[in-house]
């Protein structure tokens, strides 16, 4: 009969338990006879302890060997060289930087680091599946390199120790590259430039710059910048200024070729037209303080000049005296038909300034009463025209274009 509260499955489960506990007891028991049966048998059997102890020793081996071979398997220089250049194929630049090791004082830069690494392996062409890898020694010394060929160039390195140990066993490598990092390198360029790197602005901040370098040739228009360490490889170098045209050029930087020379920059196209557009109101300004017998430094103030040298000065008072009629005035003097002519510019060897040469050809046509020797009354009144000529070099300083060694021929003859 069942019990109200349960009781007669509290009973059933009891004696399930009961039953389990004597099967595992008796089990037990079994397995310890087995055991001393055993044990006896290998003391009464020489034979069978010494099969029972060389299959101890075997699987003991084993496991050792496979330690070892583990070991050996994450320690293992080649596995390392693998490692990296696999990444290098794939294209898995961030990995494969990952791997360098950084020599003693070598810090990352605007020079040194993740990205333009990943440039520089670019241009080589090593994300190619296909690029061969193999491995050299050098016996005299001892060295093993590995090495990628990629067919547009090879890259070596070395897999060192760090000292360091992972998991305690794991000895760590760091990848060495051989002959991949450029100390000194020099990029010589005007000194009115912009010069980049790559894109990276060369600057107080990744370069020195010196105007008066003694370990590079420099003229007096040229500046040096000194890259302290970079990586070898490809790059583009850019060159720029605000009225010069921007040129590229690309050079090949390795350890034994760091000295490069960038070209004399071209104007930008239109810049001394521009200039020369500006002439003709220097030009009529110049003579209309002759007409008036104003001064050489007048005139030049006036005209929007800096101060005359002594021969500008000299060359103007040809153009005060051309316009003094010792028996009349003139009454007119129109400028006219002004063409100009440009000429390629250069860098002073001197000063480092860029100079050009502007000349203008222009009309003159002007008119003049003669008066009476006697009575210093009106005599009569002439009008003639002729070519005038107007020279000067414009000199690029501080940012602006300068007139100077002006010469003017006025081309007016009066008596």
């Known amino acids: 009969m069942p019990f109200p509260d349960g009781g007669e499955y509290r009973v059933r489960r009891s004696r399930s338990l009961k039953e389990r506990m004597k099967k595992d007891m008796s089990e037990k028991q079994q397995n310890t006879a087995q055991n001393q049966a055993v044990q006896n048998e290998k003391k009464n059997n020489p034979e069978l302890r010494l099969i029972v102890f060389l299959i101890e020793m075997v699987v003991l081996i084993a496991a050792i060997v496979g330690s070892v071979l583990l070991v050996k398997s994450y320690n293992d220089p080649k596995r390392v060289a693998d490692g990296y250049f696999n990444a290098l194929k794939a294209g898995d630049y961030a990995t494969a930087y990952s791997y360098l090791q950084m020599e003693d004082g070598m810090e990352t830069s605007a020079f040194l680091?993740?990205?333009?690494?990943?440039?520089?392996?670019?241009?080589?062409?090593?994300?190619?599946?296909?690029?061969?890898?193999?491995?050299?020694?050098?016996?005299?010394?001892?060295?093993?390199?590995?090495?990628?060929?990629?067919?547009?160039?090879?890259?070596?390195?070395?897999?060192?120790?760090?000292?360091?140990?992972?998991?305690?066993?794991?000895?760590?490598?760091?990848?060495?590259?051989?002959?991949?990092?450029?100390?000194?390198?020099?990029?010589?360029?005007?000194?009115?430039?912009?010069?980049?790197?790559?894109?990276?602005?060369?600057?107080?901040?990744?370069?020195?710059?010196?105007?008066?370098?003694?370990?590079?040739?420099?003229?007096?228009?040229?500046?040096?910048?000194?890259?302290?360490?970079?990586?070898?490889g490809d790059y583009r170098i850019q060159v720029s200024g605000d009225v010069f045209q921007t040129y590229t050029e690309d050079v090949t930087v390795n350890p034994y070729y760091n000295v490069f020379m960038m070209d004399i920059p071209m104007l930008k196209e239109g810049t001394l037209e521009g200039v020369a557009e500006t002439l003709p109101d220097t030009i009529q300004s110049l003579y209309q303080s002759a007409l008036n017998g104003d001064d050489a430094q007048t005139a030049f103030t006036a005209a929007g000049l800096y101060a005359p040298s002594e021969t500008e000065a000299d060359r103007y008072e040809v153009l005060v005296d051309d316009f003094y009629l010792s028996d009349g005035y003139f009454t007119e003097v129109t400028l006219s038909e002004f063409e100009a002519d440009t000429y390629g510019g250069y860098f002073d060897w001197e000063t480092g300034e860029y100079r050009s040469n502007i000349t203008v050809d222009f009309n003159v046509a002007y008119s003049y009463d003669i008066l009476d020797w006697w009575t210093e009354a009106y005599y009569e009144s002439k009008e003639s025209e002729a070519n005038g000529y107007f020279s000067c070099n414009v000199i690029y300083r501080d940012g602006e274009w300068v007139l100077e060694e002006i010469y003017i021929s006025s081309g007016v003859y009066a008596w």
């Open 113 to 232: 680091n993740a990205d333009v690494y990943a440039s520089v392996m670019d241009k080589y062409g090593f994300a190619n599946e296909t690029a061969d890898v193999s491995d050299s020694e050098e016996k005299e010394y001892g060295e093993t390199y590995y090495v990628l060929d990629a067919g547009r160039g090879t890259h070596a390195i070395q897999v060192v120790e760090t000292g360091k140990k992972n998991w305690f066993f794991f000895q760590e490598y760091e990848v060495r590259p051989y002959d991949f990092y450029a100390e000194d390198v020099y990029i010589t360029a005007p000194k009115a430039m912009t010069v980049s790197i790559n894109g990276i602005e060369l600057n107080s901040s990744n370069s020195t710059r010196d105007d008066h370098s003694n370990e590079v040739y420099l003229s007096a228009y040229e500046t040096a910048y000194k890259i302290d360490r970079m990586f070898a």
